[in-house]
T-cell receptor, first 109, second 116 residues
């Protein structure tokens, strides 16, 4: 059974800082891994999807890496902004998608 | 147009009642899901349907019954509601079952269920 751990559970940084969110998972036989963002009272928004054959994926200020063999993924956020404040969840994908508990990020102006 | 829409957004009800949550997606996706997010914000799969057929049924009490009248809709009916059912329920959809594919999941905005 897949278990997903995200570290840290919460993070508070001043605006402009670069930061890294960590995700580890126990079953490396995955098809892909997705990073989601959840805003309070809202649903989840898919940020990045890394296929199992890829090492990283970039979208704007976001860069996600995947090391499938070691069961790890990181989400790098460059030049953080207050609008980045949200909970970030990683979800390694082998039917079904299994979620970590998320990292709650707060970026202060 | 909202891609995955669920109604109602909030649902407050008494223990023992029966209630339904509706979900519709206009993305033309084949697969739909129900997830439950508990008070600790832990998100867990409940059910998955592919082209109106049940493909995933996690350990969920049989008081919960999903119904898919067509592949664009997946409704969740809950009988004899209990206090522990209070949570946020999310509907989601994807293009296929995800086996060997690289499609993304699209989520609805959630239904906050409060059982009193």
């Amino acid at each position: 059974k897949q278990e997903v751990t995200q570290i840290p559970a919460a993070l508070s940084v001043p605006e402009g800082e670069n930061l890294v969110l960590n995700c580890s998972f126990t079953d490396s036989a995955i098809y892909n891994l997705q990073w989601f963002r959840q805003d309070p009272g809202k649903g989840l928004t898919s940020l990045l999807l890394i296929q199992s054959s890829q090492r990283e994926q970039t979208s704007g200020r976001l860069n996600a890496s995947l090391d499938k063999s070691s069961g790890r993924s990181t989400l790098y956020i460059a030049a953080s902004q207050p609008g980045d404040s949200a909970t970030y969840l990683c979800a390694p994908h082998r039917t079904p998608l299994v979620f970590g508990k998320g990292t709650r990020l707060s970026v202060t102006a | 147009d909202t891609a995955v829409s669920q109604t109602p957004k909030y649902l407050v009800t008494q223990m023992g009642n029966d209630k339904s949550i509706k979900c519709e997606q206009n993305l033309g996706h084949d697969t739909m899901y129900w997830y439950k997010q508990d008070s600790k914000k832990f998100l867990k799969i409940m059910f998955s349907y592919n082209n109106k057929e049940l493909i995933i049924n996690e350990t969920v009490p049989n008081r919960f019954s999903p119904k898919s009248p067509d592949k664009a809709h997946l409704n969740l009916h809950i009988n004899s509601l209990e206090l522990g059912d209070s949570a946020v329920y999310f509907c989601a959809s994807s293009q296929s079952t995800g086996q060997g594919s690289n499609e993304k999941l699209f989520f609805g905005s959630g239904t906050q269920l409060s059982v009193l």
